[in-house]
């Protein structure tokens, strides 16, 4: 099931996409960590995008609409008679296409910062059969201007944003009065001796070669990395204006956050 079944939730074979592109960009990140550790998204290896997104869709298949999303208070109900989605951060596309089957009532739209993984989401969407559902927007997750949202979603990627809490508050801003904040992050404790198992180990190597370097890239540069935790996370939302912020679901891999005004 982890190396040979691609539909399993615990398929993992994927990640060996990400591992070859580190080593690929292995000599650019020496640089950056010899630097000011600044490497960004898109100057990694075009496997680190492939690999990212077949490592998480398992989890995404497995989980979203049958345990996460149901776990969100009044969520389901919205997008069963037609909603507004956002997925920021949407890279391929893989955590917007599963909703869109899910719900054929509801409309959706990715947004991410990088353009290649934008095209690629539009080509995702086709093959899918959902395109007529799901737009693709190439902004960051401060800069796109469509509101009134009944779900905004960040799925393992507010962590390796330069201004999280910037990220946050153009979500506040974009949704409904009584729209929720789905945010998906990798499985953490609140301090080092809680994450000193296996998945805690796997997940700060990951955030040091990938999502730290990115974060300090961008403006701001918080580098919150993939090893926040659930106390840290709730302090970003609240400087963000939230007045609501509770865990809603967890897999062994996954903290599922749930974040209201």
Do not use: K, P, S
């Given at each position: 099931m982890a190396l040979a079944v691609e539909d399993s939730p615990v398929f993992v074979a994927p990640g060996q996409s990400v591992v070859a592109s580190c080593f690929m960009d292995l000599d650019k990140v020496i640089q950056a960590f010899r630097g000011d550790g600044a490497f960004p998204w898109g100057a990694h290896h075009q496997r680190m995008f492939h690999g990212v997104e077949k490592f998480f869709r398992p989890g995404y298949q497995a989980n979203l609409t049958t345990a996460w999303l149901p776990a969100l208070g009044g969520v389901v109900a919205k997008l069963e008679r037609g909603g507004r989605v956002a997925d920021v951060g949407c890279g391929h596309a893989a955590s917007t296409i599963v909703m869109a089957k899910a719900y054929p009532r509801s409309q959706f739209v990715g947004i991410d910062f990088h353009k290649p993984s934008i095209e690629t989401a539009g080509h995702r969407a086709a093959a899918a059969?959902?395109?007529?559902?799901?737009?693709?927007?190439?902004?960051?997750?401060?800069?796109?201007?469509?509101?009134?949202?009944?779900?905004?979603?960040?799925?393992d990627c507010l962590h390796d944003m330069g201004d999280p809490v910037g990220a946050a508050r153009h979500a506040r801003q974009a949704l409904k009065d009584d729209g929720t904040v789905l945010l998906v992050e990798p499985f953490a404790g609140n301090d080092l001796a809680a994450n000193s198992t296996p998945v805690g180990r796997l997940f700060y190597a990951a955030s040091t070669m990938v999502c730290t370097p990115n974060s300090l890239s961008q403006e701001v540069g918080l580098a919150l990395g993939a090893q926040a935790g659930e106390a840290r996370l709730g302090r970003v939302f609240a400087e963000a204006g939230f007045t609501r912020f509770r865990r809603a679901a967890e897999t062994p891999f996954n903290l599922i956050l749930e974040a209201r005004k």
């Open positions: 059969g959902v395109a007529n559902r799901v737009r693709f927007e190439a902004a960051t997750a401060q800069a796109y201007t469509e509101r009134d949202f009944d779900l905004i979603c960040f799925f």
